[in-house]
T-cell receptor, first 115, second 111 residues
């Protein structure tokens, strides 16, 4: 079952521009993570933000989390053609009485960066 | 070693075949996962193993049978699959409250 929705579904920008992707989710979480996937291969972990954090930076990435609105955003600054990929948010939460974490993915945003 | 290794990378199997997908990690992660991903869709959780015990089965059909022989290995046994089971199968491992590490996947085609 999908936890979240991402917006937009697809985004096309020019190299050097900023790209913003939004994610909404439904239940309480331990943390929220963002992943990149190139051409239907494995997912690469980009950044993790815990439920008690509001903002986090990693290189050209900036993630925000608003637990009251159950939403997150990923900003990629100064985009490059190599950033072209699918981006997924994923929520991590305890399941089944706290025995195991469960990572559930949002619907994804397909980002195309034109050179 | 910071990788999750999946084999094979590609697999074509008939509906009467029995095959297995393999996943290996040496990061000491005690949770391992199988996900299924159809084209242009997000990954969907299938199974979770925690400390080598099956912890979550997301109502997956019995033609998919997971196995965790030890803390480093995770298998997915396939039997009598349908063409609609064709997908990218992803294995992942994690340490509590940290990011997950995914393998590059096995692209399965059922003919």
């Amino acid at each position: 079952s999908q936890q979240g929705e991402e917006d937009p579904q697809a985004l096309s920008i020019q190299e050097g521009e900023n790209a913003t992707m939004n994610c909404s989710y439904k239940t309480s979480i331990n943390n929220l993570q963002w992943y990149r996937q190139n051409s239907g291969r494995g997912l690469v972990h980009l950044i993790l933000i815990r439920s008690n954090e509001r903002e986090k930076h990693s290189g050209r990435l900036r993630v925000t989390l608003d637990t009251s609105k159950k939403s997150s955003s990923l900003l990629i600054t100064a985009s490059r053609a190599a950033d072209t990929a699918s981006y997924f948010c994923a929520t991590d939460r305890m399941n089944y009485g706290g025995a195991t974490n469960k990572l559930i993915f949002g619907t994804g945003t397909l980002l195309a960066v034109q050179p | 070693d910071t990788e999750v290794t999946q084999t094979p990378k590609h697999l074509v199997m008939g509906m009467t075949n029995k095959k297995s997908l393999k996943c290996e990690q040496h990061m000491g992660h005690r949770a391992m996962y199988w996900y299924k991903q159809k084209a242009k869709k997000p990954p969907e959780l299938m199974f979770v193993y925690s400390y080598e015990k099956l912890s979550i089965n997301e109502s997956v059909p019995s033609r998919f049978s997971p196995e965790c022989p030890n803390s480093s290995l995770l298998n997915l046994h396939l039997h009598a699959l349908q063409p609609e089971d064709s997908a990218l199968y992803l294995c992942a491992s994690s340490h509590a409250n940290y990011g997950y590490t995914f393998g590059s996947g096995t692209r399965l085609t059922v003919v």
